[in-house]
C-alpha cells in the first residue's frame, strides 16, 4: 500500500518548490485512490471488522397520519402491506372507535382489530382512510371472530392479484395480560384492488403442525419461487422458518410447507420432533425484510416487556445465519414504568426512511389509557442504515 504513504506524507517540512509539487501529487492521487475504493478496484483490510447498524430517531411528521381520523382513536399492532400503486395497507389490533367527533376514549367502542388505506408512499405526504365494521349500529371488528375469540392481524404479502393475511387467534385467559394465543388463521383476498368494504375474503386450511407453533405473525417474504415466513412458539418464544412453493400459495394451499432444520428444508407435521430454530428467543410480532442497500436480511423488534428497546439481526440470506440481536433505539417512553412498550417492527414499502420502524406504546393503568391521547397511536421512528467500523485504522 505504498500509495497510502505517499498520501500521509508531510510535505510541510520540504521546500516551497517541492511541497507545491508534493501537495499537488497527493490531491490527484487521493482522488484516484477514493475512486478506485469505490468502484472496487482496490480492496483496504481493516484492522478489525464492522457490522451494520442502525440509527433511528423519532418521526413525529410520519406519526400525524394515524390522527387525521377524528373516530380512529388508535391501535396497536400496525403491520403494512405493499399492494401496489402506491397503496399502502395498515393492519391493526385493539382499536378505540369514537362513537363522535370529541375523540374521547372513554366513550369510545373497543373493538378487536381495524384496518387502514394509505395512499402515497411517504406518509409524511400521505393520506389514510380507516374501516372498520358495524354490528348493531355500533363498530364492530374489520376481521370478525368467534364466541370468546378475537383475532389480531399479523403480517401478509400481496402476490399478483391475490392478498394474503395472517391472523393470531385469542381468546380471554386468567394469566396476567388477560389473553393468551390459541392458533392462527390464514386468509385470502381474490380482489384486494376494490374497496376493503367489496373484499371478498376466503378462510384458509392450516397445516397440521404443533399448536404452540404461530404462522404469520412475522413477515411474509416472496424470493424466487417460495413463499417464506416465520412461526413463533408461544411458549419457549422459539422461532422457526418454514416456506410453501409459491405456486400452491397462491392456490391458498398450506398443507405442503417445508420447514428449515439444520441448514436443509424437511418436511414436517405435529407428530414430527420440533425443526431447528432460527432464533432462540423472539417476539410474538416482528419483520423480516431484505435491504438492497447492505444486500443483507434485517430482522426488527421490540424487546421483552422489561426491557422495552428495539432490536435488530442481519443475515445474508433468510435462511441465516443470523447475528446475534443488537439494540439500536430506546424509546424515551422507557423512563415510565406505567407504560408498555412492544410491536416493534419495519415497513419497507415506506419512503423517507431506510427502514421506516414502528412501535406501540400502551399504559398499565386502564384509566390512563382513556386519558392520555399521546399514547396507543403508532410510534414512528425514521431509519438509517449506517457501517460501523470497530477501527478505522487501515493495515498497510
Known amino acids: 500500500m505504498h500509495i497510502l504513504k505517499f498520501i500521509t506524507f508531510d510535505f510541510s517540512r520540504m521546500p516551497v518548490g517541492n511541497r507545491i509539487f508534493g501537495v499537488k501529487i497527493k490531491i490527484v492521487l487521493s482522488v484516484i485512490f477514493i475512486s478506485f475504493l469505490e468502484i472496487g478496484f482496490l480492496k483496504v483490510t481493516w484492522a478489525k471488522d464492522f457490522h451494520w447498524g442502525i440509527h433511528a430517531r423519532p418521526w413525529p411528521q410520519a406519526e400525524s397520519i394515524f390522527h387525521t381520523d377524528p373516530y380512529w382513536l388508535g391501535g396497536d399492532g400496525a403491520s403494512s402491506i405493499y399492494l401496489g400503486d402506491e397503496r399502502i395497507l395498515w393492519l391493526f389490533g385493539d382499536t378505540f372507535i369514537g362513537t363522535g367527533p370529541s375523540r374521547n376514549r372513554r366513550n369510545a367502542c373497543i373493538i378487536r382489530n381495524s384496518i387502514g388505506m394509505q395512499q402515497g408512499k411517504n406518509p409524511t405526504e400521505s393520506d389514510i382512510a380507516f374501516a ?13 371472530g368467534r364466541e370468546n375469540q378475537w383475532l389480531w392481524p399479523g403480517s401478509g404479502i400481496r402476490l399478483y392479484n391475490t392478498l394474503f393475511i395472517f391472523f393470531m387467534v385469542i381468546e380471554k385467559s386468567p394469566n396476567a395480560l388477560g389473553f393468551d394465543v390459541a392458533g392462527w388463521k390464514a386468509a385470502m383476498v381474490i380482489n384486494p384492488d376494490k374497496s376493503p368494504q367489496d373484499w371478498h375474503m376466503q378462510w384458509l386450511r392450516n397445516p397440521d403442525i404443533h399448536h404452540r407453533l404461530i404462522v404469520g405473525t412475522g413477515s411474509v417474504v416472496s424470493e424466487g419461487n417460495y413463499v417464506y415466513t416465520c412461526a413463533v412458539d408461544s411458549l419457549t418464544h422459539r422461532v422457526y422458518l418454514l416456506r410453501w412453493p409459491s405456486k400452491s400459495f397462491l392456490k391458498g394451499n398450506l398443507s405442503n410447507s417445508q420447514w428449515w432444520s439444520k441448514q436443509e428444508w424437511i418436511d414436517y407435521t405435529a407428530t414430527d420432533p420440533l425443526p431447528s430454530f432460527i432464533f432462540q428467543t423472539g417476539a410474538m410480532e416482528f419483520s423480516i425484510h431484505y435491504n438492497s442497500s447492505i444486500r443483507k436480511y434485517i430482522q426488527i423488534e421490540s424487546g421483552p416487556l422489561d426491557d422495552p428497546k428495539l432490536f435488530f439481526r442481519t443475515a445474508p440470506a433468510i435462511t441465516g445465519a443470523w447475528s446475534a440481536g443488537r439494540p439500536f433505539f430506546l424509546p424515551e417512553e422507557s423512563k415510565d414504568d406505567t407504560l408498555l412498550i412492544y410491536a416493534g417492527k419495519a415497513h419497507p414499502s415506506l419512503s423517507g426512511a431506510n427502514p421506516a420502524i414502528s412501535y406501540v406504546v400502551n399504559a398499565k393503568d386502564f384509566n390512563r389509557l382513556l386519558s392520555d391521547q399521546d399514547i396507543y397511536y403508532p ?4 431509519g438509517s ?9 487501515p493495515l498497510q
Not at 132 to 144: H, I, Q, R
Not at 379 to 382: I, N
Not at 385 to 393: A, G, T
Open 379 to 382: 410510534r414512528m421512528l425514521k
Open 385 to 393: 442504515i449506517e457501517k460501523i467500523f470497530l477501527s478505522s485504522v
Open 132 to 144: 372498520w365494521e358495524k354490528s348493531d349500529e355500533k363498530p364492530s371488528a374489520f376481521f370478525p
